[in-house]
């Protein structure tokens, strides 16, 4: 009986259009279970990478808006301080760089920068600052209006990049 089975399979295969049919089957459901599988496979990942990015880009959030608030307090504090204030009144700036300098050490600030009324900066944690005008600049004018703490996130294209943060004193 197997030995029959195995002639008529053998006799089967032998014709063209059964070995094409049963080839062609064959590949089709490879190409299937290929296509399933790479489906599911990339929707996983997808997904386990999706999560991945949200849980950074909120911790990277968190941290971003800790030291927007860290810095925030600067200003405050800074127009509040008795040397800058008479400094600022007196005209005299001997001690004013050394003293925001002192403050750029406490805090991590990039730069701190003490302008006069005309805009032209007196004192500065960079010494390379002094003397330079901001009158131009938005957050100094901006400044000049508000009575509270003024926040600018500057670009490249306004011609000032980074975070500023200014007061009127």
């Not at 059964?18 to 496979?41: D, E, K």
């Not at 999560?51 to 860290?70: C, D, F, P, V, Y």
């Not at 750029?104 to 004192?123: C, F, K, P, Y």
Request: glycine share 6%.
């Amino acid at each position: 009986m197997a030995k029959l089975n195995r002639k008529l399979w053998a006799r089967a295969l032998r014709t063209p259009k059964l070995t094409r049919l049963v080839a062609l089957t064959g590949l089709l459901w490879a190409v299937a279970i290929i296509w399933a599988s790479n489906s599911y496979l990339t929707g996983r990942f997808s997904e386990a990478l999706r999560n991945e990015s949200l849980i950074r880009a909120a911790a990277q959030t968190t941290n971003i808006q800790s030291i927007l608030q860290r810095h925030a307090v600067l200003p405050f504090v800074l127009s509040r301080d008795p040397t800058l204030i008479s400094a600022l009144r007196s005209a005299d700036y001997q001690n004013t760089t050394q003293r925001l300098v002192s403050y750029q050490n406490e805090i991590g600030a990039s730069t701190i920068l003490l302008a006069d009324i005309a805009g032209q900066i007196v004192a500065a944690s960079e010494r390379t600052q002094l003397g330079a005008t901001i009158r131009d600049f938005s957050y100094y004018s901006d400044a000049l209006r508000e009575n509270g703490t003024v926040f600018v996130h500057g670009t490249p294209a306004s011609g000032f990049n980074g975070f500023y943060y200014a007061r009127k004193i």
